[in-house]
Every structure is written in structure tokens, then in C-alpha cells.
């Protein structure tokens, strides 16, 4: 309806129609009686057009308006214009025919009147139901949303529940990998209880034999203070040599089996210590464990060298001062083995880690430095420094990558290919003493690993040896030695 209205307002029919009127009246005079009828034939066209137009528009409003809409005005201007229009085309309408045309006019406005008021109790109805159905449609719409609350709420808690389970898992992976790691550590620490008690018999053994000795010795010396007096010394005579022995040699044994111990808690302890340590750092669990090996392998050839220089110190010092009765090679062990203390182990780290600075073999990151695994290169030069002090002092196989592997030096580390006869890296070096294995170390086995190994460095094992400078360096950055001591201190 509202396009055909429009389209009826755009094309201005009432307008185009003055325009004809005015123009036909203007030459009305001037026209023929045939031009005078065409001129009126076609505005009656475009008036009757006019009038279909708006039916048309008139049909449109009453359909929209329902069945009821707009019935009184139909009733009381469209009808009677109609019947007004229809006795004027047809003035000769008897009086029978109109009272006809009453009657069936009430009788229609009767059956409007009753359709209207059916309509409306129809209507009140319907608005009735309308509202009962909305109070219900609001039921329906809160009990909608509580239950969509009970699923937020549900599933919030599923969430929060799911998490908390993976938390748990996760928390469980973590707490088995640890039980794992102490199993390990505990099995370790059973073998060195096990070598504790083999060395707490050797000692028990060791203490028995002495003590019979030392009883044998009480007697031999009561019989002789019994049959012969005392002999006169002169002023030129010697003192009186004993062949008892030195500190150092009462306590070999107990010393051995302590550094064996030491030794192993080093694997197991300080050792996992540095490579967490590392691991911060270096993402590479092959290049975390050759730092380890290597500094292991440093410090044991630092402490040797420091032992060394100490030691020729110790003989220098004591060389004018000693009488006996021992030796001064066992005066001068036996002194370092009471005054441990001495080393100067910081001077030691500090060439252990300008070594490893140098070695082409690790790298690590910029921002930081070996100084980071000085807590395990400390413990290996207190350890390795107090491991000369035996007879025959304790030493780590030479060991290089590539090298054919040994079963009796080493054990294969479990990422090992167990069928490959070459070693890629080592892990943990072995003690040596003499030229037997008292505790095995750990090496990676690959294949190929001779020609990878090789490729990069013809000696990953280096000997260490101090340029003169740098001998001068660790001769005057010890803190106490015996070449500065006085006689009060030996």
C-alpha cells in the first residue's frame, strides 16, 4: 500500500490533471467540437484512472486493518456516497426496492454490531491468554537463567577441578622423579656403608695387630731396661733412632677409606649439585657433564701440582730443623698430613678456572663464568691434594674421547649405546691406584665417536703445566706456607 501511495504522489496525477483543465479551458473556444470531447474523454480516463488508484490504495487499508478495522468508516462515508452516486445514475428506483435496501441494511449493520462485539470479547480473550502466557514466558525465562547459573557454576567447578588434577599429576611426575633420584642416592650411599664397614673391619684388624704389637714392644723394652743399664752417650753420640711409626702411617688405612668415601660422595652429591647448577644455564646436558669431567680432571692436576710445590716447601723449611728418628720425606708427609689446612685452595680454583677458560672443548654463556661450579672444584682440590698424601698416592685414569671403552675403568651412563666400543664423552673419571681401579667412573659410548671426537680436538685430556708467570702468580698469591713459617709452627 505505502508503494502505491508513493507511486501516486511521484507521478502528481492531481497536478498533471489542473493542467489539462486549465489548458482545455484556455482553448475551449478555439477547439472543434471532436478536439473539445477528446479533452474531456481524457480527463475522465485519468480521473477514472485516478479512482483505481485509489481502490486500490482503499483495498490495501481495510485488508491491513483486519476484518473489523475501519468498518464505520465504510459505513458511514464510502456507502453512502455509493448509494448517493447510484440514485443519482438511477433516479427511477421504486419504494419497494429501497425499503428493501433498508432492511438489508439493518440486518448487515446488525451482523456488524454482533461481529464487532465478538470480536472484542474475542479480543479480551486473546489478551487474557496473551498475559498468562507472558507471566509463564517470564517463569520459563528466570528458571532458564538459574539453571544457566547451576552450568557456569558447574562448570567452573570442573575447570577448577580439572586443573587441580593436572596440578596433582604433575606434582606426582615430579615427586616420582625425585623418589628416583634419592633411590639412586640411597643405593649409592648403601654401596659406601657397605665399603664403611669393610674398612671399619680392616681398621678393627688393623687396631688388633697394633695393639699386639704394641704389647710385644712393652715387653722387649721392660727386658732390656731389666738386664743392661742405660748406656752413656757422649757429647759427639747420635740420638737413638726408633723405627715407630709416623702419624701419617698409623692413619694410611683410615685415611684411604675416608677418601674413597669422600670420593664417592662426590659423584653423588656435589656432582648432581653443580650439574642442577648448570643446567640454568647450558641446555645441553652432554656439554653440562664435560664441564664437570673437565673441571674434575683440572682440579686433580692443580691440587697435584700445589702438593708438589708444597711438599718441596715443607722439605726446605724442616731440612735444617730435623733430627729424626724418621726420614724427612716422612717428616714432610706427615707434616702436610696434620697441617691440611694450609693448602691454599682459593689460589687452586682460580688456575682450575682460567684452564677451563682456555679449553676448546666447553663454552658457556657470556653473562656468566665457571665460578659458578667452584663449590666442586674446592671439594675435588681438598680431596685430591689429601689423596697424595697416601702411599702410593691416589691419581684419576687418563682418560680421552674417542678413547676404546673399558669396562673395568668404567660404566656406561644410561643414555649410553651399549653395543658401541668407542667413547664419546666422559661423565666421571675413574681412581686410579697403582695401576688398579678402586672406583669406576662413567663415560658415554657412540658410535663414531672416534672421528667426531678427533675432528675437534686431537687431546681433549690436556696436561696441565704453569708458564713461569703464572708459577709466579701461584707462588705469591698463597696466603700460608710453610717456606714463610717459623720453627714455632713446626
Not at 410 to 428: G, I, M, N, T
Request: glycine letters at 4%.
Amino acid at each position: 500500500m505505502a508503494d502505491t501511495l508513493r507511486r501516486l504522489v511521484n507521478i502528481s496525477s492531481y497536478g498533471s490533471l489542473q493542467a489539462r483543465l486549465e489548458s482545455w479551458h484556455r482553448d475551449y473556444h478555439v477547439n472543434s467540437c471532436d478536439q473539445n470531447l477528446n479533452r474531456c474523454c481524457e480527463l475522465i480516463e485519468l480521473t477514472a484512472k485516478v479512482q483505481g488508484q485509489l481502490f486500490t490504495i482503499l483495498n490495501f487499508a481495510a485488508a491491513e486493518g483486519g476484518h473489523y478495522a475501519g468498518v464505520d468508516t465504510l459505513k458511514t462515508r464510502l456507502l453512502p456516497w455509493l448509494g448517493t452516486s447510484f440514485s443519482m445514475a438511477q433516479p427511477c428506483v421504486s419504494d419497494d426496492t429501497s425499503l428493501q435496501l433498508m432492511q438489508d441494511s439493518a440486518l448487515k449493520e446488525k451482523k456488524i454490531r454482533e461481529l464487532s462485539v465478538s470480536h472484542d470479547n474475542n479480543m479480551q480473550k486473546m489478551e487474557t491468554q496473551l498475559c498468562s502466557t507472558r507471566l509463564q514466558l517470564d517463569s520459563v525465562k528466570s528458571e532458564l537463567a538459574d539453571v544457566q547459573l547451576e552450568l557456569d557454576d558447574t562448570k567452573d567447578k570442573s575447570a577448577t577441578t580439572l586443573l587441580a588434577t593436572e596440578d596433582e599429576i604433575l606434582q606426582l611426575k615430579a615427586d616420582l622423579r625425585t623418589t628416583h633420584e634419592q633411590l639412586e642416592v640411597y643405593k649409592r650411599k648403601v654401596e659406601v656403608v657397605d665399603e664403611y664397614e669393610r674398612q671399619v673391619r680392616l681398621l678393627r684388624e688393623e687396631v688388633a695387630y697394633l695393639t699386639s704389637e704394641k704389647s710385644l714392644l712393652r715387653e722387649r723394652l721392660s727386658r732390656s731396661r731389666s738386664s743392661s743399664p742405660p748406656p752413656r752417650r757422649g757429647r759427639s753420640s747420635s740420638p737413638p733412632r726408633s723405627e715407630s711409626p709416623t702419624r701419617a702411617q698409623l692413619t694410611q688405612s683410615s685415611r684411604h677409606a675416608r677418601l674413597l668415601s669422600r670420593f664417592s660422595d662426590l659423584y653423588a652429591v656435589e656432582r648432581l649439585e653443580a650439574q642442577s647448577l648448570l643446567r640454568r644455564y647450558v641446555q645441553d646436558l652432554a656439554m653440562v657433564q664435560k664441564i664437570i669431567f673437565i673441571a674434575a680432571v683440572e682440579s686433580f692436576q692443580t691440587a697435584k701440582l700445589a702438593y708438589r710445590q708444597f711438599k718441596l716447601r715443607v722439605r726446605k723449611t724442616l731440612s735444617s730443623t730435623h733430627l729424626g728418628p724418621e726420614s724427612l720425606e716422612e717428616a714432610a708427609v706427615d707434616y702436610i698430613v696434620r697441617n691440611l689446612d694450609l693448602y691454599d685452595v682459593q689460589a687452586s680454583i682460580n688456575d682450575v678456572i682460567n684452564a677451563m677458560n682456555v679449553n676448546p672443548r666447553i663454552s658457556f654463556p657470556p653473562e656468566v663464568d665457571f665460578s659458578l661450579v667452584s663449590g666442586l672444584i674446592r671439594e675435588t682440590c681438598r680431596l685430591a691434594f689429601a689423596m697424595q698424601t697416601l702411599d702410593p698416592p691416589l691419581d684419576l685414569a687418563f682418560s680421552s674421547d674417542g678413547e676404546l671403552f673399558s669396562d673395568n675403568k668404567y660404566r656406561r651412563s644410561y643414555d649410553s649405546e651399549f653395543a658401541a666400543p668407542l667413547v664419546l664423552y666422559h661423565v666421571w673419571p675413574a681412581l686410579m691406584e697403582g695401576g688398579g681401579v678402586l672406583v669406576k667412573g662413567e663415560a658415554v659410548t657412540r658410535r663414531g665417536a672416534l672421528w667426531r671426537s678427533r675432528s675437534r680436538s686431537s687431546s681433549p685430556v690436556r696436561s696441565r703445566s704453569l708458564s713461569p708467570s703464572r708459577a709466579l702468580t701461584f707462588s705469591s698469591t698463597r696466603s700460608k706456607s710453610p717456606g714463610r713459617l717459623s720453627a714455632s709452627w713446626l
